[in-house]
């Protein structure tokens, strides 16, 4: 079952901060975060695969609620090189395929 | 960057004719999925495959069949091209494991007229 995605887009000047949010309905494995620039394809930013653990890339971190289902990515001082959108991919069991939510679009402003 | 080409990069074809897409990666993966991506609806699984002969059906599979003859080629045919089918196709590749995320290629346009 698709993965929820929270918002579904969001518009920042450089330097604000972000939250973006995935929520499942089943029990998850792992949740993945993916950034896709317009007319590219999805790259992937990081996995979480414990409860409660967070995770780092440059400003851009992730935490991973396993008994709520749910995973949370934060951008911090925004970057124009931000924009995009944001997918969150979950896994319900290991080595599973991913289920991809909608996704969220961002977009910085100067 | 990773070594997955996907072709044709853009495709038109009429209604009713079947499509093969091609998926071709170098990194010796066993691990490899078609995604579609529509406005609206993000990425939506096709099908995967965890290895040769060893395909599986996703979350959108119907018109859509799979083969995986080498472990660097995975083919998407669409057996009886429909307008609905239009969209932005996606192959993606991945270890076992999966901590390293899934690399995609660069997608295919396809058009259904």
């Known amino acids: 079952q698709q993965p929820v995605q929270s918002p579904q887009a969001v518009i920042l000047r450089e330097g604000e901060d972000a939250v973006i949010n995935c929520s499942s309905s089943?029990?998850?494995?792992?949740v993945h975060w993916y950034r896709q620039k317009h007319g590219e394809a999805p790259v992937f930013l990081m996995i979480l695969l414990k409860g409660g653990e967070q995770k780092g890339h440059e400003k851009i971190s992730a935490s991973f609620n396993e008994k709520k289902q749910q995973s949370s990515l934060y951008l911090t001082a925004s970057q124009l090189s931000y924009s995009g959108t944001y997918f969150c991919g979950t896994e319900i069991g290991k080595e599973d395929k991913i289920i991809f939510g909608k996704g969220t679009r961002l977009h910085i402003l100067p | 960057d990773a070594g997955i080409t996907q072709s044709p990069r853009h495709k038109v074809t009429e209604t009713g004719t079947p499509v093969t897409l091609r998926c071709h990666q170098t990194?010796?993966?066993?691990?490899m999925y078609w995604y579609r991506q529509d406005p609206g609806h993000g990425l939506r699984l096709i099908h995967y495959s965890y290895g040769v002969k060893d395909t599986d059906k996703g979350e959108v599979s119907d018109g859509y069949s799979v083969s995986r003859s080498k472990t660097e080629d995975f083919l998407l045919t669409l057996e009886s091209a429909t307008s609905s089918q239009t969209s932005v196709y996606f192959c993606?590749?991945?270890?076992?494991?999966?901590?390293?995320?899934?690399?995609f290629g660069s997608g295919t346009r396809l058009t259904v007229v």
């Open positions: 993606a590749i991945s270890r076992p494991q999966g901590i390293y995320g899934y690399t």
């Open positions: 089943k029990a998850l494995y792992s």
């Open positions: 990194e010796n993966h066993r691990y």
